[in-house]
C-alpha cells in the first residue's frame, strides 16, 4: 500500500501446454478370472474392466494381474465388444436379464420364407422367374 512507487501494468496471461501421447500395450493372456478367482483357485479382480465378472488377465512387469477383455458382466451391465456398458448403443439389441450375462447384439437378418418350387428348386418368395422361348424357323 502506500501512495508511492506505484505503477500500471499490463495484464498477462499464463498459457499451460500439456501434450500427452497414446501408448498401446500389447498384453499377453496368461488366465482367465471367474467369480474373483483364476482358473487355478488364486484371488483375482477383473480391475480395470468395470462391472466385469469373468475376464481374460494379463500380467505386468511386477506380476500384477489386470483384466484384458471382459467375457461377461454383472451388475445389470451389458456386454459389447469385451467392454461391459450400462445401455446398448443405437442399433444393438439388449439380450438377457437379470444382473449377469447380458450382451449387446447386432440385429440379425432373417433368411426370405420360401414358397413354390418348379422342377425340384425351391425359389424366395421375392424372386421372379422368366421364361424365354426361341422358335426356329
Known amino acids: ?13 499464463a498459457t499451460t501446454t500439456t501434450t500427452m501421447t497414446a ?7 496368461v488366465d ?9 483357485g488364486d484371488a483375482c479382480l477383473c ?15 511386477t506380476g500384477a ?11 445389470g451391465a451389458y456386454l459389447l465388444d469385451g467392454e461391459c456398458v450400462e445401455v446398448c448403443p443405437d442399433g444393438y ?14 440385429p440379425t437378418t432373417t433368411a ?3 414358397t413354390g418350387t418348379s422342377s425340384g428348386t ?3 418368395a421375392s424372386s421372379t422367374m422368366t421364361a424365354t422361348t426361341t422358335t426356329a424357323t
Open 1 to 13: 500500500a502506500g501512495s508511492f512507487n506505484r505503477e500500471c501494468v499490463a495484464p498477462t496471461t
Open 23 to 29: 501408448t498401446t500395450t500389447t498384453a499377453t493372456v
Open 32 to 40: 482367465q478370472c471367474s467369480s474373483k478367482q483364476t482358473t487355478g
Open 47 to 61: 480391475n480395470p474392466l468395470a462391472d466385469c465378472h469373468v475376464c481374460t488377465l494379463g500380467e505386468d512387469d
Open 65 to 75: 494381474l489386470f483384466g484384458i477383455e471382459c467375457m461377461a458382466c454383472k451388475n
Open 93 to 106: 439389441m439388449s439380450i438377457g436379464a437379470g444382473s449377469f450375462n447380458r450382451e449387446c447384439v447386432a
Open 112 to 114: 426370405t420364407p420360401t
Open 122 to 124: 425351391t425359389f424366395p
